[in-house]
């Protein structure tokens, strides 16, 4: 379980380190957080498969209504993966998605879009890319609430 766990927090290192270098993320990365998320969880709890679908439902449908948003706003359709949002966010979000019940989940995707714009504008001067690495700054940001669930004794956002 330790292994894992020191595994799942190096994979969101890589992936901090990766999106905000070349702003994209290795495909294999959200797939190991994924598997292993799963793997660390399904020993705690016995009802993952709601989890996921309940927390994946919620994500796509932010998605949806984004893209929705923004094609409505410009006049035709507009795919988020070009304009908007990356793929890599995409995976990133639902790799992650088995470590929260779905009211923390909201939560975690809320305060770490927040804290993606404030790094965003924080960093601003030293970044040469316009884009925001979103799953590099969220895989930062969950780096810091395992740590924070891990190592101390507030409330707990994460199953781990």
């Not at 770490?112 to 690495?133: D, G, H, N, W």
Request: glycine share 2%; proline share 2%; net charge positive.
């Amino acid at each position: 379980m330790k292994i894992a766990y020191a595994i799942l927090l190096l994979c969101l290192i890589v992936i901090f380190i990766q999106d905000l270098k070349y702003r994209r993320i290795h495909i294999a990365l959200p797939i190991v957080i994924f598997i292993l998320s799963c793997f660390l969880i399904l020993s705690k709890i016995k009802i993952l498969s709601t989890i996921l679908i309940s927390n994946i439902s919620f994500f796509l449908i932010t998605l949806s209504i984004l893209t929705a948003y923004m094609s409505f706003k410009a006049k035709k359709f507009l795919n988020p993966f070009q304009h908007y949002f990356g793929l890599g966010d995409l995976l990133f979000y639902v790799a992650i998605s088995p470590l929260f019940l779905l009211k923390n989940y909201i939560l975690f995707f809320i305060l770490s879009l927040l804290f993606a714009i404030f790094l965003q504008t924080a960093l601003k001067r030293f970044m040469k890319e316009e884009t925001v690495p979103l799953a590099g700054f969220s895989a930062l940001f969950l780096l810091i609430v395992l740590l924070k669930d891990h190592f101390m004794f507030l409330q707990k956002i994460t199953f781990l």
